[in-house]
């Protein structure tokens, strides 16, 4: 199968410092965020993508890399890629969040090492690497500066469809 960009969708998210749930996945906004990435993968899914590009970070990008995983199980055709921005990216993780890391970056078709060693700048060239590969760009964005919204940016200039989850901060009730 070819891995071209126009059947690629890659995906920019907030870190754990950023959401408001923090490292707590079972929060109830969290879980919500979860339920709408599976979503916009499937509909992206229903648009003819089929290689979906996770830049593996905490917090929202290993949330996007989970359900491109399950929806490669639903879906035989589908690639998922890692796309690592240096060797050393999960290593001053705490413990559990590098076994998890580990284990997504084992279940994806692909992995791709953006730079060979740490520098300022890898994680950037990381995420014009995601943005680089694919058309669709879905982002779990609060508008805050930062690389997401570096990524979200440099997806504009380029021209990539954007599909916008915005971050819930408030209490879920009200939605």
Same mark, same amino acid.
């Given at each position: !199968?070819m891995r071209?960009?126009?059947s690629?969708?890659?995906f920019t998210?907030h870190?754990p #410092?950023k959401?408001?749930?923090g490292?707590?996945?079972? +929060?109830a906004?969290?879980l *919500?965020?979860k *339920?709408? !990435?599976m979503?916009? &993968?499937?509909?992206?899914y229903?648009?003819?993508?089929?290689?979906f590009l996770c830049g593996?970070a905490?917090?929202?990008d290993l949330y996007?890399?989970?359900c491109?995983?399950?929806?490669?199980?639903?879906h035989?055709?589908v690639t998922?890629?890692a796309a690592?921005p240096c060797?050393?990216q999960?290593?001053a993780?705490?413990?559990?969040?590098?076994?998890q890391y580990?284990?997504?970056?084992?279940?994806?078709?692909?992995?791709?090492? &953006? #730079?060979?060693?740490y520098? #300022?700048?890898?994680m950037?060239?990381? +995420?014009?690497y995601?943005?680089?590969h694919? #058309?669709?760009?879905?982002a779990?964005?609060d508008?805050? *500066?930062?690389?997401t919204r570096?990524t &979200?940016?440099?997806a !504009?200039?380029?021209?990539l469809?954007i599909?916008d989850?915005?971050?819930?901060t408030?209490?879920?009730?009200?939605?």
């Open positions: !199968m071209g960009r126009q690629a969708c890659c998210g870190r #410092s959401l408001p749930w490292y707590r996945e079972e +929060d906004r969290c *919500a965020l *339920a709408r !990435m979503d916009a &993968v499937e509909a992206a229903a648009e003819g993508y089929r290689h593996m905490q917090g929202c996007f890399c989970q491109a995983l399950a929806l490669r199980q639903q035989p055709d998922v890629e690592i060797p050393t999960a290593d993780w705490p413990a559990e969040q590098r076994r580990q284990k997504l970056v084992e279940a994806c078709d692909f992995e791709t090492l &953006v #730079s060979q060693r520098t #300022s700048s890898c950037q060239r990381r +995420d014009r995601l943005v680089d694919a #058309s669709l760009l879905i779990a964005f508008g805050s *500066a930062g690389g570096y &979200v940016e440099y !504009m200039r380029r021209g469809e599909v989850l915005p971050i819930v408030g209490d879920l009730t009200n939605i």
